[in-house]
């Protein structure tokens, strides 16, 4: 079964400064996507980037990227220019490209902006 | 992307009794999935819920206790039977179109306590 790590319970960065959040994953699988969400207080689950594993380029989305490593399995996304609304958590998950196709999440990180 | 709502948003339950949670979809998707998250923990997969046939359920969960409808491609019910307040969480359903490149996006979410 796939499992999703994060070891950072939670973080704190001032304002404008970088931060790095970690995410590891275990699988047999060769092709499969990695997806960071963030949840502020409103609950509402929001798609911040997204990782198909046979793209060896890293995606970016304006001032989120990610560093994936393959042959790692690690899967760390970084905020430059923190801002106050970067505040909430932050959610790995992991999907497989078949069969039902379902997300597993990791436990999360909260993320606090110092201002 | 889709929008998704759902009611109620929140709600306080007495031990013993049952509560119908409603997902509706602004457009028709393929594949609908209710998760739970407890306080301060991540997102765990209850059941993908299939139009016109039995919701699959996850390890764990089961279908008299979380009783999942799906009459269509745009609305589906979870009902979480005999309350206990273990079951106090909050509840997501969530929706994706059939195909690799598709996001996954999340509803507000139904706070539930039960007392």
């Known amino acids: 079964a796939q499992t999703v790590t994060q070891s950072q319970p939670e973080m704190s960065v001032q304002e404008a400064e970088t931060v790095t959040l970690s995410c590891t994953y275990d699988t047999s699988e060769s092709d499969y996507y990695l997806f960071w969400y963030k949840q502020p207080p409103s609950r509402q689950m929001i798609l911040v980037i997204r990782?198909?594993?046979?793209?060896?380029q890293n995606a970016t989305e304006n001032r989120f990227s990610v560093n994936f490593q393959k042959a790692a399995k690690s899967f760390s996304l970084k905020i430059s220019d923190s801002q106050l609304g970067d505040a909430a958590m932050y959610f790995c998950a992991y999907r497989a490209n078949f069969g039902n196709e379902k997300l597993t999440f990791g436990t999360g990180t909260r993320l606090t902006i110092i201002p | 992307s889709a929008v998704i709502s759902q009611k109620p948003s929140r709600d306080i339950c007495q031990r013993g009794t049952s509560l119908t949670i409603q997902c509706q979809v602004d457009?028709?998707?393929?594949?609908m999935f209710w998760y739970r998250q407890q306080p301060g923990q991540s997102l765990t997969l209850i059941a993908t819920a299939n139009q016109g046939s039995e919701a699959t359920y996850e390890s764990g969960f089961v279908i008299d206790k979380f009783p999942i409808s799906r009459p269509n491609l745009t609305f589906s019910t979870l009902t979480v039977s005999n309350m206990s307040p273990e079951d106090s969480s909050i509840y997501l359903c969530s929706g994706r179109e059939a195909g690799i490149y598709n996001e996954q996006f999340f509803g507000p979410g139904t706070r539930l306590t039960v007392l």
């Open positions: 457009s028709q998707v393929t594949m």
């Open positions: 990782q198909e594993a046979y793209k060896q």
